[in-house]
């Protein structure tokens, strides 16, 4: 609570104790590991570097007694109680719309929460223990967990119907004017495939500033400010529904993997392996 609120009232307020009881408490939590969790001034409350790493380990700690629990009541069956998702937002509304009745009709018993973000921050979530497992696109540089490909997602060149930008029929990246290309910005994981998958190395064409969201971007091509490259997921979607947005198809060698992620040695890892085939097999 302390690391998320940064200030002892609000953390003591969501403990349900007195912020006294709740000082008192790290106190004697800083005694017994004989170290520094916190730095307290008057105005503002800092976690050191060791108090970060104590309280990722308590997160991890706190999971394990949940899967205990589960354990003892006797839960067996694969893919029963709680699973939090981690998903980036290049992915949801392609894959998620058509998996997820299919996955409430075959594990009724699944509580599957969801958490959309980029693909940075549900890595830092997952190695805190906020989130069981991830569902991404790849490479991306992970430490710490073990990954499962999916399928292959092939790049389409994107753009309005009867556009000037580009010829799609003879497309060739060289033949593009300067800030012609749109792409997410960065910290979107779609931006740093698309500029390597489709083999982008003049920055000049690619326009300097890059849309906040997917919609955003797709809203830009819609209004012929550029043209840009999405996966093959996004043909057909609801998305790019009503609007003159077209994809051609590019070479064989323009893709980027989707595919799952977890922590190392989580007992769930077979769990994970089986939602991810019935991902792949029902997407």
Request: proline content about 3%; glycine content about 6%.
């Amino acid at each position: 609570m302390l690391c998320e609120e940064q200030h002892f009232g609000r953390a003591a307020e969501r403990s349900f104790v007195s912020q006294s009881a709740f000082s008192n408490a790290i106190q004697e939590l800083e005694s017994v590991l004989d170290s520094q969790l916190v730095d307290r001034t008057n105005r503002s409350v800092t976690i050191t570097a060791i108090g970060q790493d104590v309280a990722t380990q308590a997160r991890l700690v706190l999971r394990d007694l949940e899967s205990l629990v589960e354990v003892a009541r006797g839960s067996n069956e694969p893919l029963c109680g709680e699973l939090r998702l981690g998903v980036i937002p290049t992915i949801a509304p392609f894959v998620l719309p058509a998996v997820l009745p299919k996955i409430r009709k075959a594990y009724p018993e699944l509580e599957l929460l969801l958490i959309e973000d980029q693909t940075q921050r549900i890595y830092e979530r997952l190695m805190k223990g906020e989130l069981d497992l991830l569902l991404l696109a790849l490479p991306w540089t992970m430490q710490g967990v073990e990954q499962q490909i999916l399928f292959r997602d092939d790049f389409c060149l994107a753009y309005r119907q009867g556009t000037d930008w580009v010829d799609p029929d003879n497309y060739r990246f060289n033949r593009l004017d300067t800030d012609s290309v749109l792409l997410l910005e960065d910290g979107h994981c779609l931006r740093d495939h698309a500029l390597a998958a489709c083999k982008i190395r003049n920055t000049e064409k690619v326009r300097r500033f890059g849309a906040s969201s997917l919609l955003t971007l797709i809203e830009m091509i819609d209004a012929d400010l550029g043209i840009s490259f999405l996966p093959e997921m996004a043909r057909g979607s609801t998305l790019l529904r009503n609007t003159r947005v077209s994809l051609h198809s590019l070479s064989d060698k323009s893709y980027r993997n989707i595919g799952m992620a977890w922590r190392k040695g989580s007992r769930r890892s077979e769990e994970f392996r089986l939602l991810g085939e019935f991902v792949r097999d029902n997407r």
